[in-house]
């Protein structure tokens, strides 16, 4: 009581039908909740990034060399369980020596490796974003 016969409430919101509920001993409805991620949250990174490499010979016998890049799903934050919302992955990579090149897009993809046949001889790197479904 804030003084005699008087009582002071605070509430988040009013909810007009609530009146009719609780004086006819009526459930109120179940609140809706989703466990669908805030589309402003960072979206979690592949991991285990890796790169193998090998020689292949080619249809007109020329030993080339070929590079696969690998990765591990991205896990949701604080679990060990993979993110569910992942669409696909975006996958760029650059040699880093014997010269340092622009980074190269080899596009989206699902799978979870993507391979450069005739791959350039030197250093490589690639990184990996994933895109969300939604």
């Excluded at 409430?9 to 009013?14: D, I, K």
Aim: glycine content about 6%.
């Amino acid at each position: 009581e804030t003084e005699p016969n008087t009582v002071g409430v605070s509430a988040l919101r009013y909810h007009g039908a609530k009146y009719g509920y609780i004086e006819d001993n009526l459930a109120f409805s179940s609140k809706s909740i989703s466990n669908i991620p805030d589309p402003g949250d960072a979206i979690p990174e592949p991991t285990n990034l890796q790169i193998i490499e090998e020689l292949y010979t080619d249809s007109m016998r020329n030993v080339k060399n070929r590079a696969t890049f690998s990765w591990d799903a991205p896990l949701t934050p604080g679990t060990s369980t993979t993110y569910p919302y992942i669409a696909s992955y975006y996958v760029e990579w650059r040699r880093k020596a014997p010269a340092l090149t622009n980074w190269t897009s080899m596009g989206e993809t699902s799978a979870q490796s993507i391979t450069i046949d005739d791959a350039p001889a030197g250093t490589l790197e690639f990184r990996v974003k994933t895109r969300r479904i939604f």
